[in-house]
Every structure is written in structure tokens, then in C-alpha cells.
């Protein structure tokens, strides 16, 4: 087992990268987080540096600055990367297509090019289902078409960036990357201190529901229930944060020459009303819900075969819905306006 790896992590102070520095440390690693904090901020940080019981290096910083990623590197001196710098509001980057393009295609060239300086090879990326697009048929394999029928600039990004390091890796060899493509991530650490805290209106369902639960909005709109699902509802593959961060860790070990792809989610579909419910459970009280029409360019069901991940990296999903639902509402009732919260206190 690998143990003691310094890591570079982008976009180190989001949602999902505080949960897996926490597993990193966990397993013996150093991650070094780098972020600009334009969806973010300095007290995640903290959090989780009382969570791990040590101070970590935090770099503030636009990873699409390369000279200042080769001072981190030159700092650091780091064995490895996880990528996961970005923006990702899906209806965000259909209005502002130029933005996401720049900074996601961008920051990855930057990193790419500070990586190759340095003589570091080792890297991991922040995938999504998204890059499957329309899909042919469920559960969605690695092997599934990807491409057809991406709807929105982010999901363009994910799926060109994913083109940009296989062909970085096709040209040279030495390169050893992992694309991890996540289907939703949801819930929180169990110790309630770090959390997915969206900024404005939430997008997606889980925080929607958790702000909801809190008596923040005072409803959930439930996009469409003529879908063809068991309830009508929407159905995905919620996996919770924690297992998605144990799974870059078993990434990392796993890091071979060339490109290797895995799907991490759980292979099992929840519908919007059966989360809804979940969460009821979790907080003890009833969520309001009302049925709004269809939300433009969502698919009935989405959710994906997580074997290949299992057989490759010994992974695999061990929380339910009911488990993210107590640790979210954890979360979102110690922190009823996330990180800001701590910051007025
Ligand atoms: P997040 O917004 O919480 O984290 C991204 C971090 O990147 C933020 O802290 C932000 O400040 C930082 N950042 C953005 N642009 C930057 C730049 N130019 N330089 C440095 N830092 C920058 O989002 P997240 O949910 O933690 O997502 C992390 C990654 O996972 C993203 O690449 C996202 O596209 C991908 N992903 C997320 C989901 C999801 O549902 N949350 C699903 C699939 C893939
Ligand atoms: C889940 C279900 C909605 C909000 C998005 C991105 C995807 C990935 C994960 C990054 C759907 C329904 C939602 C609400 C609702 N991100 N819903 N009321 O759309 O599966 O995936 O996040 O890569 O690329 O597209 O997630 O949480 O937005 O929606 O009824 O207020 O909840 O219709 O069925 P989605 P979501």
C-alpha cells in the first residue's frame, strides 16, 4: 500500500476535494490543496484541517496561472495531482459557454503544462456522467457511447478534457492517468464540519432538499413526474461523498502507464421522491414538495455499472441514500448557511 505521497489536489478547498483530502490523510498522505476560491473558501480549509489534526498547505491560487503552478510544484515538490479545479453549474454554462471553456479546458492546459516541467505524471480527473450524454442503455458501462447527446458547454468540457488526456498520455507513455466519472455525489463527512455549501440557488436536488429540511426555501420543486419511472420521478445514482473520496484513493494506488477509466457510483437508482423521503427520515420532519414541469434536458434514469471499478481498484460504494440524507442533514442543521456561518462567527 502506498503511504506518504505528497498531492496536489486542484480546486482543493470544493466540496468533493475537502472530503478526499481527509481520506488522503486518512491513509497516510499529504495533500497539498491549491484553489482561487471563486466557488469556495478559506474555512473549509480549516475544517478540514480540524478534521485531520494538522495544519496542510493551502495555496491561493487560478490554476490556469502556470507560472504560479510551477511554484508550487518547485515548493512542493509533489509525486501526483487530482484535478479537481473547474466550474460545474450545468445551466451556469449554457449562459456563459466562454467562461467554462476557459476555465475548465485552460486550467487543465496549465496544469498539464506544470506537470510536465516538474516531471510529474501521475494524475487523476474529475470526470462525469455527463460525458456519457444520451444514453444507449442502462446500467452505463465504461465501454457505453460517450459524446452523443451532451446538452450543455460543462458536460462538452468534461468529455474534451477526458480527449486531451488520452492523447497526452498516447504521445507519451510515461504518463499515468485516471479518469474517474462520477454520477451525483451527495451528503457530507460524518463529523458534520465539511459539506457541499452551493452558493445562491442550489441546482442540484440533495443541498436543495437539505436548505428545505433547514426552513431556507420553503419548498422542493420536483422536475416532472410523467417520467418512465417506477414513481415518475427522475432517477440517479447518488453516491455518497465519503465513498466517492475512497475511491480516488484507491485510484491513486492503482495509477498504471496510460489512461484507465472508471465509473464510481453505487449501480443502484434512487428516484427524486424516494431522496425526498430518505431525507424525511433523516430529519425527522416532512419536506414540502411540489410537482414543476420537466427541467430542459434532463433524462428520465441514469445509473451505472460500478464492476470495473470493483474489479480493477477493489472499490466499491458501502453507504446508502438514507446515510448521505443523515450525514447532509447533519451538515446543512449545524451549518444552515454552510461555510458563512463560521465566517460571522
Ligand atoms: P466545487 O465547486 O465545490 O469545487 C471546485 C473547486 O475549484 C472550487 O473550490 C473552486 O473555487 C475551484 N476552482 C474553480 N476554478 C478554479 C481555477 N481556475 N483555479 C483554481 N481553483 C478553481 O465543485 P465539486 O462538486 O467539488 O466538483 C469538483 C470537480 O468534480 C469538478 O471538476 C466537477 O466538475 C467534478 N464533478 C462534480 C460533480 C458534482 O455533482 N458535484 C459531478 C461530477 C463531476
Ligand atoms: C437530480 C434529479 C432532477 C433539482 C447534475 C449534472 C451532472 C453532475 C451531477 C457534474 C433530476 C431532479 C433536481 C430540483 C428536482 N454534475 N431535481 N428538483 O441533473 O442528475 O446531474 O449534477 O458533473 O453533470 O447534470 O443532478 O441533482 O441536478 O438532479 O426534481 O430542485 O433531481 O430533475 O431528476 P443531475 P441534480
Known sequence: MLTGMRIVLTGGAGYIATHVAVEL????????????LSNSCRTAVSRVETIVGRPLPFIELDVRDTEGLNAVFARHTPEAVIHFAGLKAVGESVAQPVRYYDTNINSTLS????????????LIFSSSATVYGDPEALPLTEESRVGVGITNPYGWTKFMIEQILRDTAQADPTWEISLLRYFNPVGAHESGLIGEDPTGIPN?????????ATGRRDHVNVFGDDYDTADGTGVRDYIHVTDLAC?????????????STHNLGTGHGTSVLELIHAFEQACGAPIPYQVAPR????????????TRARADLGWVATKTVLDACRDSWRWQSGN??????????
Open 336 to 345: 444552515p448557511h454552510g461555510y458563512a456561518d463560521a465566517q460571522l462567527a
Open 111 to 122: 496544469l498539464l503544462s506544470a506537470m510536465a516541467s516538474a516531471g510529474v505524471r501521475k
Open 247 to 259: 475511491g480516488h484513493v484507491a485510484a491513486l494506488e492503482h495509477l498504471r502507464p496510460g489512461v
Open 25 to 36: 490523510c486518512a491513509m497516510g498522505h499529504d495533500p497539498i490543496l491549491v484553489d482561487d
Open 204 to 212: 442540484n436536488l440533495m443541498p436543495f432538499v437539505a436548505q428545505v
Open 295 to 306: 427541467r430542459p434536458g434532463d433524462l428520465a434514469s441514469l445509473y451505472c455499472s460500478p
